[in-house]
């Protein structure tokens, strides 16, 4: 058994009355001593898994085993405990308190765990040698720079040596200077008794990585001919929340596109006729489908993959944020 199993791991929101589910059936694997960066383009879900990880958010479905014990499972005492002691969390955006100095930002947790007070300064200077910060210890926030303050964040969500540490984007709010120094940091901290899971959006970063989990599928047979797709009255072309690089047109039959609202209902949006296309906006946008579409009659389409579409039609600049509403077909396939 790994040391971090996740399986089906599947969370749906209600995001503006519309069901979203950034998480579908996610698995992976990892092993104590890895670094792991979780990859993928704003919105794709990063956020989500490491809240998950970090027992701050329940999933759907799916399951988290870590060292033997289900996460998702937790609750109580024991689910404050997991939260305390077996995960560090670093976050995107430092949140340290900026009255404190960086030594009393890292005593805070310790003192909060009633960790009595030298006991907790020494910890907390250990770590913030550890972090390279020893000369900053009584600096707060505000006198730091961005890479410092990440620092300290990162000398916070040790003190308890915790097992597991998730980064959610620890770098993105840093220039390449502090890129180098945190990234660096990160994978030290990788070692036999700990397992680090870093998310970015940032490929540049996978580079230090032992695993990467890209969260947005990499599609392969972008240069495959367009083909011709048949459906039958009622079949579904394409599910909103789908990941696909297929854009259609329409040869024959009617397509309709629908949302489906978080309490199942549906919501109308266009009836696609021949000559137009639709489902554009998702592959062009590496998003994933924003609505659902099914054949209105029987169908005869064209599937292009994104290039090939993009041969045959030229980028509309005033497409709709939709991603399915038909344009007026701009070529002859
Ligand atoms: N609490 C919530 N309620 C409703 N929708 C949410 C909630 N949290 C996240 N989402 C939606 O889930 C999707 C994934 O969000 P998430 O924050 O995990 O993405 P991300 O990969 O971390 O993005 P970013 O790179 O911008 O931080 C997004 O569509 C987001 O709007
Ligand atoms: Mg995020």
């Known amino acids: 058994m790994a040391e971090l199993e996740v399986r089906d791991l599947t969370v749906e929101f209600d995001s503006g009355g519309y069901k979203v589910r950034p998480l579908d059936r996610?698995?992976?694997?990892?092993?104590?001593?890895?670094?792991?960066?979780?990859?993928?383009?704003?919105?794709?879900?990063?956020?989500?898994?490491?809240?998950?990880l970090s027992g701050l958010l329940s999933p759907t479905a799916g399951s988290i085993m870590f060292r033997?014990?289900?996460?998702?499972?937790?609750?109580?005492?024991?689910l404050g405990r997991y939260r305390r002691?077996?995960?560090?969390?670093?976050?995107?955006?430092?949140?340290?308190?900026?009255?404190?100095?960086?030594?009393?930002?890292?005593?805070?947790?310790?003192?909060?765990a009633k960790v009595p007070r030298h006991q907790a300064a020494a910890r907390a200077d250990e770590l913030l040698a550890e972090v390279g910060l020893a000369d900053r210890a009584g600096h707060r926030p505000g006198k730091m720079s961005g890479g410092q303050q990440q620092r300290v964040a990162i000398a916070?969500?040790?003190?308890?040596?915790?097992?597991?540490?998730?980064?959610?984007?620890?770098?993105?709010?840093?220039?390449?200077?502090?890129?180098?120094?945190?990234?660096?940091?990160?994978?030290?901290?990788?070692?036999?008794?700990?397992?680090?899971?870093?998310?970015?959006?940032?490929?540049?970063?996978?580079?230090?990585?032992?695993?990467?989990?890209?969260l947005v599928p990499h599609f392969t047979g972008a240069d495959r001919d367009p083909e011709e797709l048949l459906l039958d009255r009622g079949q579904i072309l394409f599910a909103q929340g789908d990941r696909g690089d297929l854009v259609y047109v329409v040869e024959e039959g009617k397509v309709e596109v629908y949302r489906t609202r978080a309490d199942g209902t549906e919501e109308f949006l266009a009836l696609i006729a021949p000559g137009n296309y639709l489902g554009e906006l998702g592959p062009l946008l590496n998003l994933p489908r924003s609505a659902s579409a099914r054949a209105r009659t029987a169908c005869r389409l064209t599937s292009y993959?994104?290039?090939?579409?993009?041969?045959?039609?030229?980028?509309?600049r005033s497409a709709s944020a939709l991603g399915t509403v038909a344009r007026e077909r701009a070529g002859t396939p």
Do not use: W, Y
């Open 26 to 52: 996610l698995c992976l694997d990892a092993e104590d001593g890895e670094l792991v960066v979780v990859l993928g383009p704003s919105g794709c879900g990063k956020t989500t898994l490491l809240s998950c």
């Open 68 to 78: 033997g014990t289900d996460v998702t499972g937790l609750t109580g005492a024991a």
């Open 85 to 112: 002691s077996t995960v560090g969390v670093v976050f995107q955006a430092f949140n340290l308190i900026a009255s404190l100095t960086a030594r009393e930002n890292v005593i805070a947790p310790l003192r909060l």
């Open 156 to 214: 916070r969500a040790l003190v308890h040596d915790p097992p597991l540490v998730v980064a959610d984007e620890p770098t993105a709010h840093l220039d390449h200077i502090q890129v180098e120094g945190v990234l660096m940091l990160i994978r030290k901290l990788a070692a036999p008794g700990r397992l680090v899971l870093v998310s970015t959006h940032d490929d540049r970063i996978t580079h230090i990585a032992d695993r990467v989990i890209e």
């Open 305 to 316: 993959p994104l290039r090939a579409f993009r041969q045959h039609f030229p980028v509309d």
